[in-house]
């Protein structure tokens, strides 16, 4: 059983610990709710084992700082039915002392942040993980075990914790068996899938529902349904002697929420048409997918319905919008896929904004296993917000037009370079273009120079099943791209295509990549 629990938060609505402070400052104690994600466990064994052992320290993770506060907790109350009120609403902040949630810790001082390198000499190990609760134990003799065997304290710290560094990581819940000698093992890149076909087809935006532009199934002498312009496409790449083994999938899957079981039944067709596995595909979601209008702080609750979705067609409980995951196609070729969440809202005044979040891209990279210098390997990002603008002005939110950059854009090319990258791939607003970018993360001189290496590509997605009238002017035809590997460059070809053309070439292009294991230090 744990000996401690760290709760995760981020000043979204109120400035959290100033509050609590006031109310233990007016009040002598204050409760604390844990804001649960209905795609979490309850936790109710470690929580009552928790009460039976208060007064306890607890931690107290800002996501945004990425700084721990240590916290006197003197008493915990679980609910195991059901959602309910704090035990005493006078000593919860205002902003959320109407608030129904499973378990309130009672708190009687706050202190201040702790480096991140003292966090282990307080708390050990964490022994299992939520996505924003975390639970700790101290036992010596495991501890220091594990701290001899891999290193200093603080190294196996960091090599346990994904959670200390990004609790927002949806690191995997994991059964007691899989945790080995200390080391916790995780749903995110350890499996290698092997797939049939060298090709990756990158299709996105295919607002199901409202805003869909093609009929959901093709009648005779009518215009063609989307499923058959995929199976069209599949003929085509066949004729060519072309197999696709990964498809990508770039969010707005759904119009405003609407449209998921379309969604899903297309994706299932499309798995069907190129005889692919769940497992072959990468999906992330986009803007409509997640309503950042319909923000649930306390539960998480705006992104139920996409999650819902997500189990539906991959047939798993995997809880993880975010991750990497490793192909090996019939050439031997290594596809390395990072895939990254940008509907997070870092402000509600920043809503129309793409954001990620450093505490999730940064330890998301880091766990990209290094090149084998004798396998083709190919680094790909992906998310749905854009990392280099689309047309050459940015239109702002009050001009009726979805933000184009995601606000930490500048952040995650640092890091995918940094991490040795390829190419970042996204969708969003309909038009299809490539760009190339080189950033470096400067550092003080004791870290070492700065280098710019080879360009990062980015690969902008057009939409695969818009309706006309959300297209481009410029450009009024739905897209799909082709990414299809050569020695040491990728090929990317464009196809366009609409309810009433087939699928046709529309643009190629070669992206020329720098020499494997070649990043920016």
């Not at 402070?21 to 309850?42: D, F, L, M, Q, Y």
């Not at 009460?51 to 607890?58: E, F, K, L, N």
């Not at 405003?256 to 048409?273: D, I, M, N």
Request: aromatic share 10%; glycine share 8%.
């Amino acid at each position: 059983m744990p000996d401690s629990v760290i709760l995760r938060f981020r000043d979204l609505l109120a400035d959290t610990i100033d509050e609590h402070r006031a109310v233990i400052a007016a009040s002598g104690s204050t409760w604390w709710g844990w804001w649960r994600k209905n795609s979490e466990p309850a936790f109710f064994e470690e929580l009552e084992s928790l009460r039976a052992r208060v007064p306890i320290d607890i931690g107290l993770y800002d996501s945004g700082t990425q700084q721990v506060f240590i916290a006197k907790c003197t008493d915990i109350s679980v609910s195991i039915r059901e959602r309910v009120s704090s035990p005493d609403r006078s000593k919860t902040p205002e902003y959320y002392r109407s608030a129904n949630l499973l378990t309130w810790f009672e708190l009687t001082q706050i202190g201040n942040a702790i480096p991140l390198a003292e966090v282990s000499t307080k708390f050990g190990v964490i022994e299992t993980a939520g996505e924003t609760i975390a639970f700790t134990t101290a036992n010596t003799s495991t501890f220091a075990e594990a701290s001899t065997r891999e290193g200093s304290a603080q190294n196996q710290w960091d090599a346990l914790s994904p959670f200390i560094q990004n609790l927002s990581m949806r690191v995997a819940v994991t059964p007691r068996d899989e945790f080995s000698n200390g080391t916790i093992t995780t749903s995110i890149g350890r499996d290698e899938i092997h797939v049939h076909g060298e090709l990756i087809l990158c299709i996105s935006d295919l607002h199901f529902g409202p805003s869909h532009g093609f009929p959901l199934r093709t009648e005779p002498g009518q215009p063609s349904s989307l499923t058959d312009r995929m199976r069209d496409f599949q003929a085509l790449l066949e004729s060519q002697g072309k197999t696709v083994g990964v498809v990508v999938v770039g969010g707005d899957l759904t119009s405003k929420g609407q449209g998921f079981a379309q969604a899903g039944k297309f994706l299932e067709e499309v798995a069907s048409t190129f005889s692919l596995r769940p497992s072959d595909f990468i999906i992330v979601p986009g803007n409509h997918d997640i309503s950042l209008d319909e923000y649930d702080a306390q539960t998480y609750g705006h992104e139920d319905a996409y999650r819902q979705f997500l189990r539906a067609f991959t047939l798993t409980d995997s809880k993880e919008l975010d991750g990497v995951r490793s192909f090996r196609t019939p050439s031997g070729a290594q596809y390395m896929f990072v895939w990254l969440n940008s509907v997070r809202l870092r402000g509600k005044e920043t809503k129309e904004f793409g954001f990620v979040g450093s505490d999730v891209f940064d330890p998301i990279f880091s766990r990209v296993t290094p090149r084998v210098s004798d396998v083709d390997s190919f680094r790909i990002g992906v998310l749905h917000h854009h990392l280099l603008p689309t047309s050459r002005t940015v239109f702002i939110p009050q001009d009726n037009r979805q933000a184009s950059i995601t606000l930490d854009a500048g952040g995650i090319l640092e890091a995918a370079q940094e991490h040795d990258f390829d190419l970042l791939i996204h969708g969003h607003q309909h038009l299809p273009f490539i760009g190339s970018t080189s950033r470096v993360r400067l550092r003080t001189s004791e870290e070492g120079v700065g280098t710019l290496t080879d360009s990062l590509y980015v690969l902008g997605l057009g939409s695969a099943g818009v309706c006309v009238d959300l297209l481009d002017a410029e450009f009024p035809f739905n897209t799909v791209a082709t990414i299809e590997p050569d020695d040491r460059s990728l090929e990317v070809s464009f196809w366009q295509f609409n309810k009433v053309m087939r699928p046709s070439v529309m643009a190629e292009a070669r992206l020329m990549l720098r020499a494997s294991g070649t990043s920016s230090q």
